[in-house]
């Protein structure tokens, strides 16, 4: 067996699904499910079964879970320290799509202003995605907005922000609606499962309320290009739209009846180990939050 191996089986047990695994490993489903047969049938032990076409984790998966993740936590550590020399020391950090781009480049200046000859690994990605990379120890520390389901890590919130509705200057709807008028009219949203939507549908749902998007983007900048052409109306983190706003060719919507406001976390890995110089940029991190 291999790390290869327990990073699939993690993968697979956090997302319940050998297909989704196979899309955040950049791997083939085949390959995942081999992956999985070839543990059960070396260890003798059944990790999954399906019930009603959903993969659910055994108990003895569970508890495999639990140390699969601890040997994968100890080797990202071992291998950050392999690689790190005292005048490059490696920070790795992590970051969802919205704060990757209002919070992080500012604030990666101010790590190499702090410490010009630290090594800094980025990685911008959907927050399940990040959490995945934290949880594996692939990361040493990230700020991500939406939820997080792994009991794995430490988890402390971060900033607050709000998502809001934005239209072409032209598009046929007035500066004020009723979330109930909202579904009636062409939405552009993000895709599915990202925090942005999730958190869209949740506040539809409390309301009793579904959509049928005229477009689905993993683009922030394809939805508000969209709207910019009176296409629709694309609900986007606040934070994101000012600079879309300068050539007045959109507009922000206020929705009555309907709260967008959500946090955002710093997210670790409980049994991380901190050297001093992860210390200092995590509590940097924490310093410059928006507030």
Do not use: W
């Amino acid at each position: 067996m291999t790390l290869r191996h327990l990073r699939i089986f993690v993968t697979v047990a956090k997302n319940g699904s050998m297909s989704r695994a196979a899309e955040l490993l950049h791997i083939a489903q085949p390959a995942v499910s081999c992956a999985v047969a070839e543990i059960e049938k070396y260890y003798r032990v059944t990790l999954f079964e399906r019930i009603h076409r959903r993969l659910v984790i055994t108990e003895a998966g569970k508890e495999l879970l639990i140390k699969a993740e601890e040997v994968l936590a100890s080797f990202a550590e071992f291998e950050s320290l392999a690689i790190r020399s005292d005048d490059h020391p490696i920070v790795r950090i992590g970051s969802s799509l919205t704060l990757g781009k209002t919070f992080l480049p500012a604030f990666l200046n101010k790590v190499k202003a702090v410490s010009p000859d630290v090594r800094i690994n980025v990685k911008i990605d959907k927050t399940a995605a990040i959490e995945n990379e934290i949880a594996e120890g692939r990361l040493d520390l990230a700020i991500v907005e939406g939820k997080i389901t792994s009991t794995f890590l430490f988890v402390r919130p971060f900033a607050e922000d709000r998502l809001v509705a934005v239209a072409g200057k032209d598009y046929p709807v007035e500066d004020r609606i009723e979330l109930s008028a909202l579904t009636g009219h062409s939405l552009l949203l993000r895709e599915r499962g990202s925090a942005s939507r999730d958190l869209f549908d949740s506040a539809l749902a409390t309301a009793s309320l579904s959509v049928h998007p005229t477009m689905e983007s993993v683009s922030n900048e394809a939805l508000f290009a969209a709207a910019e052409e009176n296409l629709g109306i694309t609900i986007l983190p606040e934070g994101l739209v000012p600079p879309h706003l300068a050539g007045g060719k959109l507009r922000v919507l206020t929705i009555a009846g309907a709260s967008f406001e959500r946090q955002s976390f710093l997210i670790v890995h409980k049994n991380k180990k901190f050297s001093p110089l992860q210390k200092e940029i995590y509590d940097l991190c924490l310093a410059e939050a928006p507030r």
